[in-house]
């Protein structure tokens, strides 16, 4: 697949990921590719709100993008986060196999549109609580 990142269509969101070519329902549309730790290390990484970038697997695969810029999937935005625009909305969920993770097409994605993926509600509620509390030790949103 051909990507590019550029700044995405919803506010305050930073960076998104397009597609160059199309996609069909049910492809596979790019691996969400970092370094490989396990959960006690995401635990820790968490704890020094370094997770902007973490995706848990199981207890010993977690993959942290955010050391790693050159995987693109890491751009990826979910068009039902923080910052929402009418019309946009998720093209794409996030999909375990094996030890790796892809972000899949839910939906035919046209050629220059942007990849939009799922975090879960759970990940919202939890970025909602530490805003809400002031947790965050560096401003990231």
């Known amino acids: 697949m051909s990507f590019i990142v550029k700044k995405s269509q919803l506010p305050n969101a930073g960076k998104g990921l397009f597609t160059k070519k199309e996609i069909k329902k049910g492809e596979k549309v790019i691996e969400y590719k970092g370094e490989i730790i396990n959960w006690k290390e995401y635990e820790k990484r968490v704890a020094d709100d370094k997770d902007g970038y973490l995706f848990f697997i199981n207890k ?4 942290d993008a955010f050391n790693t810029p050159q995987h693109k999937a890491r751009y990826a935005n979910d068009a039902e986060g923080l910052s929402k625009t009418k019309g946009l909305k998720n ?3 996030y999909e375990i196999f094996g030890d790796k ?5 839910k939906r035919n994605i046209i050629a220059g549109e942007e990849i939009f993926v ?3 509600k759970e990940y ?3 970025i909602r609580y530490n805003i809400k509390n002031n947790l965050y030790k560096t401003k990231r949103f």
């Open 101 to 105: 993770c892809f972000i899949v097409a």
């Open 91 to 93: 093209n794409c969920n």
């Open 124 to 126: 919202w509620k939890c």
């Open 60 to 63: 010993t695969n977690c993959i």
């Open 118 to 120: 799922d975090y879960t």
